[in-house]
């Protein structure tokens, strides 16, 4: 079993790009935001707001590349996959930001629920976006997020079909993990969130499920994403989803 | 009993001046910050990490000056007494500060050990501060806080004596008011923590007690007055130690 700083390294060397899902079981991963100085003030009040979507793992200092929970690592480049945002529109995917960060930007490390994933399936509960190797799919929501200075917007969650008999544990397993988004946001019919068709996630890739399974939402850290976007930031830059940061803290279960 | 709105009137009307502790029982106290917005990314942050000393119940936006959990209420007018900082020392305490301020402050309100107060006193436990009719003894320590961006200093706690048998209650009683400073920082003695003389606070006032009492000392909210001061703000506004925002929010217990 490869160590978050030997994953690091391979992101780091693009000698491996995937979803980060099921690797390094038990370890924190993050999402991530990086902007310039001016909103952070802003950013970081509207993580305080919302702590479901967006609970704060850590801040870097301005200019600083270095995680307190992942030595050696450089946000830069140890993820494995990037999106710039320019404007308030997705520009592209990157697999380094050295050329398009400065010294002014300010970086969010955000829970994910990635985090809790070897703790539901140490349980026996099967997790088909893993066992199908794809993207976990991820979907903008109309549950309305509180507002800050100038960012507002809809949470983003993501979605886990589970089987009937597995959401009572589900929910009691995740809700330990309160930094990594804690327990479902809602349960059932995706309609009721403003979800239209499963098979077309905004983020993520869809998943291929039985009838009999309930589709099950978490809060999702790409929710800044979503937010900053309105915001029409002249630039700011965020993990791919699904792509996060793997640090070296080791989540108790 | 008056409500917390009753007692910001009479605050308004400059019609009674004196310490908040034991008015309004089990009704969410705070402190106040009010600094410019180009310092509060970093105090916020400051802030985040340092819970323990200044957990964040409130930020208002740039300008604001009614809280939602004190309606109808102006920060500016409606605690007892404020303190004035300029170039980082004490300039003066003033009993409204609507001239002090400008649309570009930013104000926190951070959470206060006179929330707890109630819950100890109801099961018996005699705060002698309260039954001597003084300002709680407030004092500078030696324990770092976590710095962030210009802001670094140590701890500031607030003491309370009690009787050996009440220790362990206590505790237990204070550890359920997370965001109210919790659980005391330190039991015992003072120059363990940087304390030299019990009888020069560097705030408040100093208590009699018997020298069969232990002093328990809470985490206090005064802390960013010392950390502000500190960075040498050009100037910045709290409420005066002791003299708090009583708010709408009633505390379960």
Not at 174 to 184: I, N
Request: proline residues 9%; glycine residues 6%; contains cysteine.
């Amino acid at each position: 079993m490869k160590s978050p700083k030997d994953m690091r390294e391979l992101f780091r060397n693009n000698e491996h790009v995937g979803t980060t899902s099921n690797m390094c079981p038990n370890y924190l991963q993050t999402n991530l935001i990086s902007l310039p100085y001016e909103y952070a003030f802003d950013f970081l009040l509207f993580c305080f707001r919302n702590p479901k979507s967006c609970p704060v793992i850590d801040v870097l200092e301005p200019g600083q590349v270095e995680p307190s929970i992942a030595i050696g690592a450089d946000i830069r480049s140890d993820l494995p996959k990037y999106r710039v945002y320019q404007n308030g529109e997705f520009s592209r995917e990157v697999f380094n930001i050295a050329e398009e960060w400065n010294e002014r930007y300010v970086t969010f490390l955000i829970g994910c629920s990635f985090t809790f994933e070897k703790a539901l399936t140490e349980k026996g509960i099967q997790l088909l976006h893993q066992e199908q190797g794809s993207v976990i799919p991820m979907y903008r929501t109309n549950i309305p997020c509180h507002p800050a200075g100038p960012f507002s917007g809809n949470m983003v969650v993501s979605m886990r079909p589970l089987k009937p008999e597995e959401v009572d544990h589900a929910v009691k397993i995740t809700s330990r993990f309160e930094t990594s988004h804690g327990s479902p946001v809602h349960i059932g019919d995706p309609k009721e969130i403003g979800i239209d068709d499963l098979n077309q996630p905004d983020y993520g890739e869809p998943v291929d499920m039985d009838d009999d399974r309930i589709p099950v939402f978490w809060a999702c850290g790409v929710t800044p994403q979503n937010v900053l976007q309105n915001a029409r930031l002249p630039k700011f830059i965020s993990h791919a989803p699904g792509y996060m940061l793997i640090t070296d803290q080791f989540e108790e279960t």
